[in-house]
């Protein structure tokens, strides 16, 4: 993931989801389709339900990065998930 340290200027380190139960590794990176994803979380800001992917991915975790960079630096980071379907 060193490549985020280049594309994004603010970029600390890779956003890491813990105590996954079954899981170890699971990140929140770009990423526009499953085959991007092995496993790990996408984030978008355009849903195109045909194709099943995402656009905008760059932008959306620049948005979602900065958000959450000042909690996840002082060890206060709590993200929740949930499946609206």
Not at 61 to 66: D, F, T
């Amino acid at each position: 993931m060193l490549k985020y340290g280049a594309r994004y200027e603010f970029h600390m380190g890779i956003l890491w989801l813990q105590d996954v139960p079954g899981f170890s590794c699971v990140y929140i990176h770009t990423g526009n389709n499953s085959d991007q994803s092995a496993g790990c979380l996408l984030v978008g800001m355009i849903r195109d339900e045909d194709r099943m992917a995402i656009g905008g991915s760059r932008d959306a975790y620049r948005k979602l990065y900065q958000a959450v960079l000042g909690s996840a630096q002082d060890g206060d980071l709590s993200i929740t998930f949930s499946d609206e379907d």
